[in-house]
């Protein structure tokens, strides 16, 4: 889907929906405490999408100058989820307003999971012990 931002003597300006999709997917993963985007509910799990799928999870309506931004996330464990949460919406806002001149209306965060990886591997550390056999 396309929208018509700008229209004057020289033409008009389009976005194509996966343009804001892609920056508020870029905005959303570069939040600390964002381990990736989510696709949604795939039989019954979340799947946990890396950067390169930064559209997956990203959801956009597009009304006259206004946009609304649904977001699919995974977060990492031990977050403080409302911090996060409120910094993605102020970048994405920022982000989608500042390279188009559109509006953002709202920004809405579905939290999908909650990435364990960081807490094993924090605990990997501390709990695993080496042993080097004396001779």
Known sequence: MEFAIQEEQSGKVTFNTDVIATIAGLA???VPGVAGMSGGIVSGMAELLGRRNLTKGVKVAINEQECEVDLNIVVTYG????????KIQG???????TMTGLTV??????????DL?????????????VQ???Q
Request: net charge negative; charged share 35%; aromatic share 0%.
């Open 28 to 30: 959303t993963v570069e």
């Open 79 to 86: 977050v403080k989820i409302p911090e996060v949460t409120a």
């Open 91 to 97: 970048d994405v806002k920022s982000s989608i307003e």
């Open 105 to 114: 209306k709202s920004v809405d965060i579905h939290v999908q999971g909650v």
């Open 117 to 129: 990886e960081k807490k094993k591997e924090d605990q990997s550390v501390e709990g695993d012990s």
């Open 132 to 134: 080097i056999p004396v």
